[in-house]
């Protein structure tokens, strides 16, 4: 069988029982608009605050709608068994687990832009710098579905899954540089700020839309990388441990 012939076969039947669902298309549009409604009005200062708040909505629309779907396309195949009849495909493990997360990847960059085309209508986005821009949505949902995976691995149910996700997310939030600078931290919390993916992302994405990125594009993409890299190793390991062995 050829790998690009089961890698498409996968993505397209998760992308059909999963993700292409009413309900999902519906959650992937209105949360991302929710959240930018949310912080918009919180601000209270107008349509200049648009830029500031735009790459964090952008970055929690991506880690909550890949973690989430993952969570249940994951756990769900691996409660019912399903998971189980695809390990005998003839075709690599890491193979078959990209092909599982991919769907959740590109959900999470469609999330993505929701927020910054309703943006587009109303302030400029034209200084936005593209080219770091999109890198930066692709990388921070691959790490956002790996560490997805992660989670699910750790559990048995869906639910578990969805509480799990909730204990990092949240946290994730408020030390990533999200709505509010990393300095402004307590001291305390700046060490495990830089231990997170999110950082990273978020910080380009600021850079990009607005110019205030602490970090030099190049580390945060090679850290971004890593991340992503080592978090799927990581769940290729526990899958093995936990599911296979």
Not at 106 to 124: E, K, R, T
Not at 177 to 196: E, T, V, W
Not at 216 to 245: D, E, H, P, Q, T
């Amino acid at each position: 069988m050829k790998l690009w012939i089961a890698f498409w076969n996968i993505l397209a039947k998760d992308m059909r029982t999963y993700y292409l669902k009413p309900p999902n298309i519906s959650w992937g549009i209105f949360f991302p608009l929710a959240w930018t409604g949310m912080f918009f009005i919180k601000s209270g200062s107008g349509l200049d605050s648009i830029p500031s708040l735009l790459p964090g909505v952008v970055a929690v629309s991506i880690l909550f709608g890949t973690t989430s779907m993952l969570a249940v396309n994951v756990t769900f195949e691996k409660k019912n068994r399903s998971f189980e009849r695809l390990l005998l495909a003839p075709i690599p493990f890491e193979i078959l687990m990209l092909a599982k997360t991919s769907g959740a990847i590109l959900f999470g960059v469609v999330n993505a832009f929701v927020p910054v085309i309703m943006a587009s209508f109303l302030a400029d986005l034209s200084a936005i710098d593209w080219l770091a821009f999109v890198p930066a949505v692709f990388l921070i949902a691959v790490a956002s579905t790996f560490f997805g995976l992660f989670i699910a691995v750790a559990v048995s149910e869906v639910f578990e899954a969805q509480t799990f996700s909730n204990f990092f997310r949240f946290p994730m939030m408020f030390l990533c540089g999200l709505f509010f600078p990393i300095a402004k931290l307590p001291l305390f919390l700046k060490p495990l700020s830089y231990i997170l993916p999110l950082t990273y992302g978020v910080d380009i994405l600021h850079g990009a839309v607005h110019g205030g990125h602490a970090i030099s594009y190049s580390l945060s993409f090679v850290l971004l990388i890593v991340f992503c890299v080592g978090l799927f190793a990581i769940s290729l390991w526990n899958i093995r441990r936990k599911w296979i062995m």
